[in-house]
């Protein structure tokens, strides 16, 4: 029988590294194996618990909810001949700027590790001891937050996301090739009010946090797919290759990690919705009849509402850039016919 039990310290395990996880100048987490196979920090029993609780959950008769790119209903803006065509006109400030955010918001992940996650229990009548639920303050916020921007107990390293992409961006413009950009507040769903009132607010913050994160982290993966493409097509950073098929390779290993994020989120908010809560009043509610419509609006949310607002805020950056050099006016032109919505019109 699979464990289903664990401890915060089994949580933290990692496995044991033939070789270290260096590059561009940069000690990063993880590590490889003697094939020279990228394994991710403290998965040693993420993984193999995450699936146990999931077995569990499907074995009851409930299925996982959507957690792929299927959920994103706007392709990633720019595209990758859009992206193409600045690159090879000079203007690889729009790439070099969404490596650059995407570090630093990866580095705000480690507010995780200083979130105190509830005690679930107190509020669901279900026995949550064996769930991946009521592991969320035994280790599994805190190990994704390490895994985003580093362990805050061990300041000096080795680096995270954060510092992986930014070696992936290194290794492909070099550093400090431009300014450093603005990088939005936030990201997720701003706060809507009270959205689940028949339960303590703590709780609700917590739900409502493992939703925003899950959704951010289903739109990561069309940025994963997106930077891969883009690196590994012959055509772009000509007289770099190798450094982009490694910049690319870099990009997989954070993909590799974050898989485990998805799951574990992607299983709690499951569980949620099969788990009966207690409500403040003294009663009970059907954890889908709370979970579902809160779901359906952070899924349109990041899907619909905040991918159109991110592509219109790009779009007048990368007018203005067009708007900087001599033809300037002829590139927007084309830049703007093989835009995804003009083609589909």
């Not at 029988?1 to 000690?27: C, F, I, V």
């Not at 700027?97 to 995407?102: P, R």
């Not at 507010?111 to 669901?124: G, R, T, V, Y």
């Not at 290759?241 to 898989?259: K, N």
Request: net charge negative; hydrophobic share 40%.
């Amino acid at each position: 029988m699979a464990k289903l039990n664990y401890t915060w310290d089994e949580l933290m395990a990692s496995h044991a590294y033939a070789r270290p996880h260096e590059e561009a100048g940069y000690s990063l987490h993880g590590g490889f194996d003697a094939s020279g196979k990228y394994i991710s920090p403290r998965t040693l029993n993420r993984w193999p618990a995450v699936e146990a609780w999931q077995e569990k959950l499907t074995g009851r008769g409930w299925p996982l909810i959507d957690a792929t790119v299927q959920l994103l209903k706007r392709g990633h803006y720019p595209n990758i001949e859009q992206q193409k065509l600045l690159l090879s006109n000079g203007l690889g400030e729009t790439l070099w700027n969404s490596l650059t955010i995407t570090g630093i918001i990866e580095a705000r992940g480690q507010a995780l590790c200083q979130f105190e996650a509830p005690d679930f229990q107190q509020i669901i009548v279900d026995d949550i001891s064996d769930t991946c639920t009521g592991h969320l303050h035994k280790g599994l916020l805190y190990a994704h937050g390490i895994d985003e921007g580093g362990d805050p107990k061990a300041p000096e390293g080795p680096g995270a996301h954060d510092q992986m992409w930014f070696a992936a961006r290194d290794m492909i413009f070099g550093k400090d090739r431009y300014p450093i950009p603005e990088v939005p507040e936030n990201i997720g769903r701003p706060d809507q009010g009270r959205l689940m009132p028949q339960i303590p607010a703590g709780f609700e913050q917590l739900i409502l946090l493992l939703m925003n994160v899950l959704m951010i982290e289903v739109r990561a993966e069309s940025g994963f797919s997106f930077n891969c493409e883009l690196l590994r097509d012959p055509a772009t950073f000509t007289d770099r290759r190798a450094a982009a098929e490694l910049a690319a390779a870099m990009i997989e290993r954070i993909r590799t990690d974050e898989a485990i994020h998805v799951a574990y989120l992607q299983t709690t908010v499951s569980e949620m919705r099969s788990f009966t809560f207690k409500t403040v009043d003294g009663g009970t509610i059907a954890g889908k009849d709370m979970i579902d419509p809160i779901w359906e609006g952070m899924v349109h949310w990041h899907a619909v509402t905040q991918a159109e607002l991110a592509r219109d805020q790009s779009h007048e950056a990368i007018r203005k850039r067009f708007g900087g050099i001599s033809n300037g006016s002829q590139l927007l032109d084309a830049y703007e016919q093989i835009d995804d919505r003009a083609r589909a019109a």
